[in-house]
């Protein structure tokens, strides 16, 4: 095939069907870890109370909660560097094996540091990055967006379907059964990687969807996408810290709220009207550009939803209110903040400020359940306490998102390029600079990749046709 064949092709807007079965095969196996993740959430804090040591020790309910998010911000930019080296099938299957295994552990355990180890080698498995670079295997360059867009939308749809099933599945076969599930799904999850995901014709390093060791003092040194890896932490951390003590405040006899399984009718209507009007939010901020007020709207949305829980979590209606309320405002910065990331990151850096933005959300989960776990006390059920230090949380985050700019709206493409020096190289870079709406534009040699930024309103997709096709 032709130069000139593979630049057109890279303008079609369709996916192939091994493309399509790649990215639905891939986000499966996303899902089903998350799944495994999040159905513990709505139920865990009333189970690992009732558990040995936790009387003693409560704060460990907490950090057990949250503490698969330490392992996972530790290793899983490590793990997609292995999955370089060792090939990315392999690296997956090995994460799943011990997410696998810390759900068993976690199972089998009758103390709440057993359940903490579990919950430590569960995380252990941290594969996100891994399974990212194998769709990046899987799918051309313009096409790795969709890919990566279906492993997100995954991840939102297995969160929302977890908080209804949890309670549901809690009074059927117990947190002990829910364990024992997650292992099971994270097995079925490593026989999709080997019958269904299709095998790599060829295994190698992209910068816009995995992390390159030489970008990350720039990355680190990036006051805006900085400012968004403290969001996602402070993010995370308050969801987590509010699921220390939340099921805790429904189950509670005295305030006699809603029974754990009847709580699947709270979290059904939440969800659904949460991810409903979240659309419009989303939509005004992208196709309006008024993406910092929505921002600063969603977390303001989340601080009165902490304050109406601290004043009034002795009513399940004000509960509700609070809830939807909370998860408008989350689910709108779940899905903000991502595309932020690949707005504000450097062209061909956008791999690694997305790894240090994983870590900063995994570890803010870690974060979440330890503040939680210190701050409450089961013998003085301090609930309103917790709800308050997370709005305060929420405050800061506030404050500093004020001071964020509008971000550039630009888009992040890439294509193949046959170069063969850096003076092409750069005879490319500042043919497309010079086109209007080009922002920004890269050639990696080592990828035989031109990554650039264009402004979609403005650019003229059949002038980088004509530059690209001249190289």
Same mark, same amino acid.
């Given at each position: %095939? ?12 369709? %996916? ?28 865990? /804090? ?5 558990? #040995? ?24 930019? @490590? ?9 990315? #099938? ?16 976690? *199972? ?54 977890? %908080? ?6 809690? *009074? ?27 095998? @790599? ?5 992209? /910068? ?14 990036? !006051? ?15 969801? !987590? ?97 991502? /595309? ?18 994983? !870590? ?43 001071? %964020? ?67």
């Amino acid at each position: %095939m032709t130069q000139e064949a593979n630049i057109e092709e890279s303008f079609s807007t369709d %996916m192939t069907r091994e493309e399509r079965k790649s990215a639905v095969s891939l986000a499966s196996i996303f899902s089903l870890r998350m799944l495994g993740l999040f159905l513990i959430l709505p139920v865990f /804090s009333t189970y690992a109370h009732g558990l #040995k040591g936790a009387l003693e020790h409560p704060a460990l309910v907490g950090i057990a909660l949250g503490a698969y998010g330490l392992t996972q911000a530790i290793l899983q930019i @490590p793990f997609g560097m292995l999955s370089d080296r060792f090939g990315r #099938k392999p690296v997956i299957a090995v994460g799943m094996l011990l997410f696998a295994l810390g759900s068993v552990i976690a *199972a089998i355990s009758t103390s709440i540091e057993g359940v903490l180890l579990g919950r430590i080698i569960q995380g252990s498995g941290a594969v996100a990055a891994a399974v990212i670079a194998l769709a990046a295997d899987l799918t051309r360059d313009e096409h790795r967006t969709k890919a990566m867009a279906m492993i997100g939308i995954t991840i939102g749809i297995s969160f929302a379907i977890s %908080m209804v099933l949890a309670p549901i599945l809690n *009074a059927w076969i117990g947190v002990s059964g829910i364990f024992w599930l997650t292992g099971v799904l994270a097995l079925l999850s490593i026989l999709i990687l080997y019958v269904v995901v299709p095998d @790599p014709v060829n295994t190698s390093h992209h /910068s816009d969807s995995e992390v390159t060791m030489g970008m990350f003092s720039e990355i680190l040194q990036h !006051t805006s996408l900085l400012r968004l890896d403290a969001g996602v932490l402070m993010l995370h951390a308050s969801l !987590t810290s509010l699921f220390v003590v939340l099921p805790l405040v429904l189950a509670d006899k005295q305030l006699d709220l809603l029974a754990m399984p009847d709580q699947w009718k709270l979290y059904l209507p939440v969800m659904l009207l949460s991810f409903v009007l979240m659309i419009p939010l989303i939509i005004v901020a992208e196709a309006k550009r008024k993406m910092k007020q929505i921002f600063v709207l969603s977390i303001a949305m989340l601080i009165a939803a902490c304050v109406m829980l601290a004043m009034a979590h002795t009513s399940l209606f004000w509960i509700a209110i609070a809830l939807l309320l909370f998860f408008i405002g989350f689910n709108t910065l779940e899905a903000s903040l991502p /595309s932020l990331v690949a707005k504000y990151a450097p062209a061909g850096a956008k791999g690694t400020a997305v790894g240090v933005f994983n !870590t900063s959300q995994f570890f803010g989960a870690f974060l979440g359940g330890l503040l939680g776990g210190l701050v409450y006390h089961p013998d003085i059920q301090n609930y309103a306490t917790v709800f308050w230090v997370v709005a305060g949380v929420l405050v800061l985050w506030l404050l500093l998102a004020l001071g %964020m700019t509008q971000p550039p709206y630009l888009a992040s493409r890439s294509f193949t390029v046959a170069l063969k020096s850096q003076a092409e190289a750069k005879a490319l870079e500042d043919k497309l600079l010079a086109l209007q709406g080009v922002a920004e534009a890269v050639v990696v040699l080592e990828e035989s990749t031109i990554y650039f930024k264009v402004d979609s309103k403005v650019v003229d997709e059949k002038e980088v046709f004509k530059v690209l096709n001249n190289t």
